[in-house]
């Protein structure tokens, strides 16, 4: 197969067993990719609260360079919020996966102590690591990699949790290589459950491409324009930050920050400040809007806290909204004033508070679902503004995310470039259906 | 003559140009890992190492480099491809991997080609240089 490796990679935590299985060329043509194809495969896979198992799904674009493609998604049962939830990895998790040889992971079953999953082309391995209960992702990452020679070290790519995820909580999410992954709320208490603290990949297989040279020349033309257009891009987004007047957004990215990217995007909009991810637009809409933090030193210092247990920041933002709006009505008894970090951050580290049951559940206990979709609408209407001035926006953005793309592909890129890419890839026509 | 002037400090960690040196010398498939340019990360800095020279032994000297207010591991920063080090070499035949310059008229080096930041520029210098 070109663009795909055709093959999947199950791994079952409670007997150590791992099998290779080949991909039906049909499944990766109806669901090329992103959280489409992880869900189908937690259908198929019968994924539920008694079967739970973690899907890892790259799409056909994932590792060739296709701007953007850079993006594995995940799903897994969050038992909190009774369904199954799926989040996309940024950065390079899913094309070492793929260079590994499996555009799908299946994790199954239970280690009967804490372990990390150790993959390379040639085997995969359950570690027990009983010792890593506790650990912070950076802690984990750091023993994983230094266990290794530098070089060899410097490519492997990690996911793994800290100790949100090592509880039941709806806020452990998961941290891969340094960086958060928002939306991973509750996906990294199912790697507590299964007692995963981590997952490292290091692949030195090749990626086929279908017509190379194609290929090689629609992407050459394509960073050439982004190189040409590119302040013009970086003007586009500042108007839209600056219609959106996010106060905290200006300062939390300003003076010495570095730009930071996934694999093969031109756009790099994350950053760092002495080696630390910085909060994205996201997130400091969350903290800015949700939580009302006004201050820079008091969202650095929470989104560390949420590196250091493993916390998704969206998660918790939605949850400290709903517990803000269920304690003004004296629904819920509890304190939090909004903007007040201090006690936002006492609430996290009270395990038994409400806040670790995630807003899912609170909004079910309360019987306040209207008010978990008004905040969630808040959030996803905010990200729609970014896309407001390219036409179709919504049709576009779905097939990216089908495509295991970042959605940011559009605001740098002609749609048809990346259709073409698809196409030269994959050697297949990119049917869209509605 | 040209060569390849190397910026660390725009550089975004973003791979394409391992992804454009792998496609061009496999020419049909993409292997980061075959590249004869590697991104190597040091502390909070992408160094993006174009490989030179293939050596029999390690060298000796093992020293610091600072840039600005920073310092470096010098292995991180040097070009050779010696025993010690094994990012530029073929993953399964252990071939040391050289840059070839991607013959400098056409295609050109590919890995400027793909560069998007402006960290890997193509500089025209005097010959004697
Ligand atoms: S735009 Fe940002 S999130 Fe999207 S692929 Fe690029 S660096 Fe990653
Ligand atoms: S000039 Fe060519 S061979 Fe040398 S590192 Fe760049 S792409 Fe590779
Ligand atoms: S392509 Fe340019 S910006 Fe990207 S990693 Fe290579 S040198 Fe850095």
Same mark, same amino acid.
């Given at each position: ?196 603290? /981590?997952?490292? *990949?290091? #692949?030195?297989?090749? %990626?086929? +491409? &279908? !017509? ?7 992407? =050459? ?93 969206? /998660?918790?933002? *939605?949850? #400290?909204?709903?517990? %803000?709006? +269920? &304690? !003004? ?7 939090? =004033? ?97 | ?129």
């Amino acid at each position: 197969m070109f663009g795909w490796q055709g093959k999947a990679l199950r791994v079952n935590l409670s007997n150590g067993f791992v099998e290779e299985e080949l991909i039906s060329e049909n499944l990766l043509e109806n669901y090329v990719g992103g959280c489409r194809l992880a869900k189908e495969v937690a259908r198929l896979e019968e994924v539920s609260a008694e079967k739970n198992k973690l899907i890892f799904a790259s799409g056909a674009l994932t590792g060739t360079g296709v701007p953007t493609g850079a993006f594995c998604s995940v799903a897994g049962y969050v038992s909190l919020q009774e369904d199954i939830l799926c989040a996309p990895l940024l950065l390079r998790f899913g094309p070492e996966l793929k260079c590994c040889g499996y555009d799908v992971l299946i994790i199954e079953g239970k280690a009967p102590e804490w372990c990390y999953l150790f993959i390379t082309d040639e085997e995969a391995k359950v570690i027990p690591v009983a010792e890593m209960e506790g650990y912070t992702p950076a802690e984990i990452e750091e023993v994983i990699r230094s266990s290794f020679s530098k070089w060899y070290g410097n490519d492997i790519r990690i996911i793994s949790i800290g100790k949100e995820g090592e509880q039941p909580s709806g806020l452990g999410g998961l941290v891969t290589d340094g960086l958060l992954v928002n939306y991973s709320g509750g996906l990294g208490n199912v790697f507590g459950e299964k007692r995963l603290k /981590a997952i490292a *990949v290091r #692949g030195t297989l090749d %990626i086929k +491409l &279908a !017509k190379a040279a194609v290929f090689q020349k629609i992407i =050459t033309d394509a960073i050439k324009d982004f190189r040409e257009k590119r302040n013009k891009l970086f003007e586009t987004v500042h108007t839209v930050f600056a219609r959106l007047e996010l106060p905290l957004s200006r300062e939390i990215h300003h003076g010495e920050i570095e730009k930071k990217a996934c694999l093969a995007c031109p756009i790099a909009c994350l950053h760092q400040r002495e080696g630390k991810f910085l909060p994205n637009f996201t997130v400091t809409f969350c903290f800015s809007e949700l939580l009302e933090i006004e201050n820079m030193e008091d969202a650095l210092t929470l989104y560390d806290l949420c590196e250091k247990r493993g916390i998704d920041p969206v /998660a918790l933002s *939605v949850t #400290g909204r709903m517990l %803000i709006e +269920l &304690a !003004k009505v004296g629904k819920a008894d509890v304190t939090l =004033t909004p903007g007040d970090t201090k006690q936002l951050v006492a609430l996290i580290e009270d395990e038994s508070s409400l806040l670790h049951k995630g807003g899912f559940w609170l909004a079910q206990h309360y019987q306040s679902e209207t008010l978990l979709q008004d905040i969630t609408k808040k959030i996803d209407t905010t990200r729609e503004e970014i896309f407001a001035q390219i036409e179709e926006a919504g049709k576009k953005k779905a097939v990216l995310e089908a495509l295991g793309l970042c959605p940011y592909a559009l605001l740098a890129f002609p749609y048809d470039v990346i259709i073409k890419a698809f196409e030269a890839a994959t050697g297949k026509a990119l049917e869209v259906k509605e | 003559m040209y060569r390849i002037k190397v910026d660390h400090t725009k550089c975004t960690g973003c791979r394409y140009c391992e992804l454009a040196c792998s496609l061009n010398h496999l020419t049909t498939a993409l292997n980061p890992k075959k590249a004869r340019i590697r991104v190597l990360r040091e502390k909070d800095r992408f160094f993006p190492v174009i490989s030179g020279p293939c050596t029999e032994a390690a060298c000796n000297i093992k020293i610091d480099i600072v840039i600005g207010d920073r310092t470096y591991d010098f292995c991180n920063l040097c070009r050779a491809v010696c025993p010690y080090k094994e990012v530029f070499k073929d993953p399964k035949t252990e071939t040391p991997l050289q840059c070839d310059f991607c013959g400098i008229d056409a295609p050109g080096p590919a890995c400027v080609k793909w560069c998007p930041s402006g960290a890997l520029v193509l500089e025209e210098v005097p010959a004697y240089y």
